[in-house]
């Protein structure tokens, strides 16, 4: 089939970028959307062209390094998708399709469809974990966790920090991937002593990193390929509001143990 | 040159403790003047840095990515053994050693393979500890399952990603150590050398992917966690992104590089669709517990659709040849015989550049044994991955499988210490050569990775570092200079060629002979075939690629340039350790040793592990042998009929 597709090509963070125009007479339905590009950059190296930059690593939909606008959907139109997994017969012959990155204020591009989502990194820093130097871990079964939370902590365990949830929303808010790490976390045992002071850490530094504010739209839900739910922003929203009136925070910076 | 395993003497059951306190410790306040470089952040590079960190040495951590969180090791999928013995089903620490061993083929050393059962505990202790969400029981005590073929159930999983949930577990508490300043992480940062000043490990060169600029970082001590080179290949389950380069390098500077014709090839994974395919997909081994192996018996009802051969004119080849194993014959044998039906003209599938290249797995049976419903919970998802990538339905009609290049036991030659032949050079996880011998067992490389990474190294690291003075060597030493200067001209060289040829036709060229030559059977006709085409890809290569743009920006056809460079040398390298080697053992399948199609070891001559070195370019390399001792598990001959 034919598709034409319409790509965001920027060389620098700072340069300008501009759409580009590609046809594509040859697709086939079997193909994945990033063998569609890697087509396509074969064909542009051998024309002398520099071939589209685009994240991708695992292409199973797992490490989280794909992700683009196509038509304004992150990851495309197929739901619980990466766009690493779309394959080209979602889409038909005579198609024509907008290629963009992720836009962000707290993402800036990199160069064509990629951006740099490290500010995802320093949430995870601000205290995105648990504090458990190796060694010093107790007998595992010494700890038995409910199949409740373990199911619930574990579904939102499953983020691959994707940036979708920030792409999709209209504030560019990171309380999706956010409130996904601290329910994790918070939702076991084994997190729970440091569940009030993650709360407010990763927020300030959602906060600090140019993320906006969480305004209810849910987009995030819909749009992310691994099915979290927004009940993490409630479950958030609760530990933030606890600890801001009865939690002391912990003094200085999250030191690193040992 | 006489390879030192520094396996300690005595009784294997304390040799891990008596030599850990043996070593040498380096006091606590000094240990923030001793800078650490770990290169990779996948579960063996992220459990080093961050305990490195916690522990309180100054460590700088590499990754290409652009996160330390997208490491390979994500996408691993089934699960992590460890012999807690949870089921109370007769597994024990040397169970699980016995298995390794045996499962190896015996081309591991007992000695590693001991310790990597007794750490494996541990792993499952920290991982937890950490908010791993492992699958539980009812009860809320952890639960196991078994995997290939082990007959106890020791694997430890996270629904199909355990993996990730692994490695995200190891990324927080490297996340902390970088909150505490103690680990620095550079990411989107390629190593492209190491830097050795006396013949030490002194430092690397980098390149930042962004900017394109090549600096150099000094440290006392150097670690590479880098990863298998399945991608050599080019077809492989590996992300994109997996390459040969850093340990290449470091071979080039004088690492030895040891058994690289050890590949393990997975048996089920979904088979190419066309010429533009950029990587294969597997599915999980547990598919096998209930779908049934077959293609046509006669050629002629290849192209029909299965529904239309009926039950009789079916070869359920693994039944037939393996009638106690059958359809959980272990991965190497599943995988030849997958091969062989097709080579025979009866594989089934699309035909893609002229040949049909799969088998059926077949759920039927077991859908009218246990209803779709039963088959749905446990394989939904896999089942929805499934037609996600092919458009079809495996209720209703049977998956196609073909085997693909999964994992690499090969690696660096590492000793005890997971030390390489470089002082100051250490090797962890698929990277090194160490604990699997001529194949693995399935869950095992991730529990290798977290062993080498959180209870190894940190101790042999600290025994090396305590033995050096910290901070001699920096970056104003010439040897820096040298090596940077070196990497900059053949990234010129690279971008100078502009020939007619992309990057990755070369590495599909590669790719194609090697698994040919040098995949699932081998033979001499066919490795020296390969052996004397190599050099002539390497040379076009040189000559004709065409990597466009510069060095001074983000090139990602300039990323993949150096790394199928390296790949163009390291085939040929993997070729003559496949041609050296004359028997069949683990996932090294040399067609003129066999037992009527069973695989013929030759403990007399080959029970040795290969360490090759590096004789300059364009040279034969010289083959140096560490043989291998026996003193608990006696080698017996796998048999699965
Ligand atoms: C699809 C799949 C499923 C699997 N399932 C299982 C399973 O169920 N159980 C199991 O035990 N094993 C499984 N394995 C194997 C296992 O996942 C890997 O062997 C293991 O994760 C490797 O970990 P590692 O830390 O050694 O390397 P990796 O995770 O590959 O990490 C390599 C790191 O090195 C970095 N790196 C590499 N080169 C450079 C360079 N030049 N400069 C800078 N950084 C560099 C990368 O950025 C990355 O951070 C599976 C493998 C695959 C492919
Ligand atoms: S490439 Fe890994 S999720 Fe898409």
């Known amino acids: ?258 | 040159m006489v390879l030192d395993s520094k396996i300690p003497s005595g009784a294997i059951e304390t040799a891990w403790d008596r030599h850990r306190f043996s070593m040498k410790l380096v006091n606590p306040a000094n240990r923030r003047k001793y800078t650490v470089i770990v290169v990779g952040s996948g579960l063996a590079g992220a459990a080093a840095a961050a305990t490195l960190g916690e522990q309180g040495y100054n460590v700088l951590c590499y990754c290409f990515q652009d996160t330390p969180r997208r490491a390979h090791s994500i996408a691993a999928q089934g699960g992590i053994n460890a012999a807690k013995n949870y089921q109370n089903d007769g597994d024990s620490i040397y169970r699980l050693f016995y298995d390794t061993v045996k499962g190896g083929d015996f081309r591991a050393r007992e000695g590693n393979v001991y310790r990597l059962s007794q750490l494996s505990v541990n792993i499952i202790d920290q991982a937890v500890a950490q908010g791993v969400p492992f699958a539980r029981e009812y009860g809320g005590l952890l639960a196991n399952r078994s995997f290939g073929g082990a007959q106890v159930s020791r694997t430890f999983y996270a629904r199909g990603q355990t993996g990730q949930q692994l490695l995200i577990g190891a990324y927080q508490a490297l996340s902390r150590q970088i909150a505490a300043g103690r680990v620095k992480m550079f990411a989107r940062t390629e190593m492209l050398d190491v830097v050795l000043v006396n013949g030490r490990a002194q430092g690397i060169v980098v390149r930042d992917l962004e900017s394109g600029a090549i600096s150099t970082a000094a440290a006392d001590a150097v670690c590479l966690a880098t990863g298998g080179y399945s991608n050599a290949f080019f077809l492989s389950t590996n992300a994109m992104g997996c390459n040969v380069t850093a340990t290449w390098r470091a071979h080039r500077k004088g690492a030895l590089f040891a058994n690289p014709c050890f590949t393990q090839i997975h048996p089920t994974c979904i088979p190419a669709s066309g010429a533009y395919q950029s990587k294969l997909t597997l599915m999980s081994e547990s598919l096998r517990n209930d779908g049934r192996v077959w293609v046509p018996k006669n050629p002629a009802d290849c192209a029909k659709s299965p529904k239309d051969i009926p039950e009789e004119d079916r070869d359920y080849y693994l039944e037939r040849k393996y009638p106690s194993f059958g359809n959980l014959s272990p991965r190497d044998i599943a995988s030849r015989a997958a091969k062989q039906v097709c080579d025979d003209g009866r594989g089934v599938g699309p035909a893609v550049e002229g040949a049909r290249r799969g088998v059926y797995l077949d759920f039927a049976d077991a859908i009218r044994r246990l209803g779709q419903k039963a088959i749905s919970e446990r394989y939904g998802n896999l089942f929805e991955m499934y037609e996600r990538i092919t458009g079809e339905n495996p209720y209703e009609t049977p998956m196609r499988m073909y085997p693909a290049p999964h994992y690499t036991m090969g690696g660096l030659w590492v000793d005890y210490n997971l030390e390489s032949t470089i002082p100051g050079l250490f090797v962890a996880g698929e990277a090194n050569f160490s604990d699997h011998g001529a194949n693995r067992l399935g869950a095992s490389a991730l529990m290798q990775g977290l062993a080498d990474g959180y209870f190894v190294l940190p101790f042999t690291l600290a025994n090396y570092l305590a033995g050096v003075k910290a901070g001699a060597v920096t970056t104003s030493h010439p040897a820096f200079n040298d090596a940077a200067t070196e990497v900059k001209a053949s990234v010129q060289t690279l971008l100078s060629i502009k020939g007619s040829r992309t990057v990755d036709s070369f590495h599909r060229e590669l790719g194609t002979l090697l698994w040919e030559r040098c995949g699932m059977a081998r033979n001499r006709a066919g490795l020296e075939d390969a052996i004397a085409k190599i050099p002539k890809i390497r040379e076009e290569f040189w000559a004709n690629v065409n990597v466009p743009g510069s060095g001074a920006e983000l090139n990602q056809s300039l990323e993949r340039a150096g790394r199928v460079a390296d790949l163009l040398e390291f085939g040929e390298l993997m070729c003559r350790d496949a041609l050296a080697r004359e028997e069949s053992c683990g996932g090294h399948f040399r067609e003129e040793h066999q037992d009527d199609g069973e695989a013929k070891r030759n403990d007399a001559e080959y029970s040795y592990a290969a360490a090759w070195e590096y004789a300059g370019a364009g040279k034969a390399p010289t083959l140096h042998k560490e043989p291998l001792t026996f003193n608990y598990v006696k080698p017996v001959t796998r048999s699965y009929k």
């Open chain 1, 1 to 258: 089939m034919k598709i034409v597709l319409n790509i965001w090509r920027q060389s620098t963070r700072s340069a300008k970028g501009a759409f580009e125009r590609h046809e594509l007479a040859d697709v086939t339905e079997h193909m994945s959307f990033l063998e569609m590009l890697d087509v396509l950059n074969e064909r542009l190296t051998a024309q002398g062209k520099e071939p589209v930059a685009f994240d991708h690593d695992c292409r199973e939909g797992i490490c989280g390094a794909c992700g683009f606008m196509i038509d304004g959907q992150a990851h495309g139109p197929a739901v619980r998708t990466t766009v690493c997994q779309l394959h080209m017969r979602s889409f038909k012959d005579g198609d024509e399709l907008c290629l963009e990155p992720f836009r962000a204020a707290a993402f800036p591009v990199v160069r064509d469809l990629m951006v740099d989502r490290s500010a995802f990194d320093r949430i995870v820093q601000a205290g995105g974990f648990i504090s458990v130097n190796t060694g010093s871990a107790p007998e595992a079964n010494s700890t038995p966790v409910g199949k409740d939370a373990a199911d619930k902590a574990f579904d939102a365990a499953a983020c691959i920090g994707c940036g979708a949830c920030v792409a999709s929303c209209p504030n560019a808010s990171a309380m999706l991937f956010t409130s996904a790490k601290a329910s994790h976390l918070g939702l076991l045992p084994h997190g729970l002593p440091e569940r009030h002071d993650r709360a407010v850490r990763m927020v300030s530094q959602m906060d600090a990193e140019g993320f906006g504010h969480c305004s209810q739209h849910t987009e995030c839900e819909a749009v992310c390929p691994k099915g979290i739910k927004v009940e993490n922003i409630a479950r958030l929203n609760r530990d933030y509001l606890f600890a801001s009136l009865f939690h002391s925070p912990r003094e200085g910076e999250a030191d690193g143990g040992g």
